[in-house]
């Protein structure tokens, strides 16, 4: 029977994270380890953005180099991980029962945003992968139920994995460059304290904190986390795996989210 594997969400950070000597780069390249093999995967990515929940049905998703003016080394980077149609028509299925219209793509591919982190999770890229798609502007609430209707997967060897950001403001990165903004570490410590004590409610309010609004000016690098939190079920706390910032006010933290005892 396939062990219950805890939703994970995870800072993606740049692109380059890849390349650099960074410690986010070592914990993402130490995480398949303590994880241990899943099933398979399920990606949600701040780099898929639909009007409605939607997977990908491709049986060889394609690398997406969906941004521009980085290194060449980066554009020759390659994640041929095999698909989860499967996957995502057991996703699609969930959803549609809990009352969601889900959509499926056959040719969608691997965002930045899934690859990226993956290639140094489960640099092998031989464990079939999927993604679903985030709706920005609907909210913590939509994405919240979005895991809730999903969340038996973990129980099935799947690995729902998030990726965003705890605190994702480019803006202001090119201005806090350097050194975490104090404005940047106060959230990212507000977030992290919230989660450890289950406080879905706190977290749905973000944009009620004094920095919130800063911390994500757009939400969505935000939302993943909202279905890996809705995906561990009610009364869910987030355990931290990493904490760090890079270039400047971009935390890299990442959290398992476990179920209530």
Not at 79 to 101: N, Q, V
Not at 106 to 121: E, K, N, V, Y
Not at 135 to 148: D, I, K, N, S, Y
Request: glycine letters at 10%; aromatic letters at 8%.
């Amino acid at each position: 029977m396939p062990q219950r594997l805890s939703p994970i969400f995870v800072s993606h950070g740049a692109p380059t994270l890849v390349l650099e000597d960074h410690p986010a780069r070592h914990f993402l390249a130490t995480l398949g380890k303590e994880i241990g093999r899943p099933e398979a995967i399920l990606c949600i990515s701040a780099h898929w953005e639909t009007a409605e929940p939607t997977v990908s049905t491709a049986e060889r998703p394609e690398t997406i180099h969906d941004f521009y003016g980085f290194p060449e080394q980066l554009y020759r980077l390659r994640y041929p991980a095999p698909g989860a149609p499967d996957l995502a028509r057991r996703t699609a299925g969930l959803l549609r029962g809990a009352g969601f219209t889900c959509n499926e793509d056959p040719t969608r591919g691997l965002d930045h945003g899934a690859w990226s982190p993956l290639i140094l999770i489960y640099p092998e890229a031989d464990i079939p992968v999927t993604q679903l798609s985030i709706q920005p502007g609907q909210g913590p609430e939509h994405h919240l139920a979005v895991g809730r209707a999903i969340g038996r997967l973990a129980d099935e060897g799947v690995l729902i994995l998030a990726s965003g950001g705890a605190v994702h403001n480019l803006g202001q990165f090119r201005v806090d460059r350097r050194t975490p903004a104090d404005w940047a570490t106060a959230f990212e410590t507000w977030l992290t304290e919230r989660l450890a004590a289950g406080d879905t409610a706190a977290i749905a309010g973000y944009a009620e904190h004094s920095e919130g609004m800063k911390a994500h000016p757009t939400d969505d690098h935000f939302l993943p986390l909202f279905v890996a939190l809705g995906a561990a079920g009610e009364g869910a706390h987030g355990r931290v795996l990493h904490r760090s910032f890079a270039h400047g006010s971009l935390a890299m933290s990442a959290y398992a989210m476990d179920k209530a005892a």
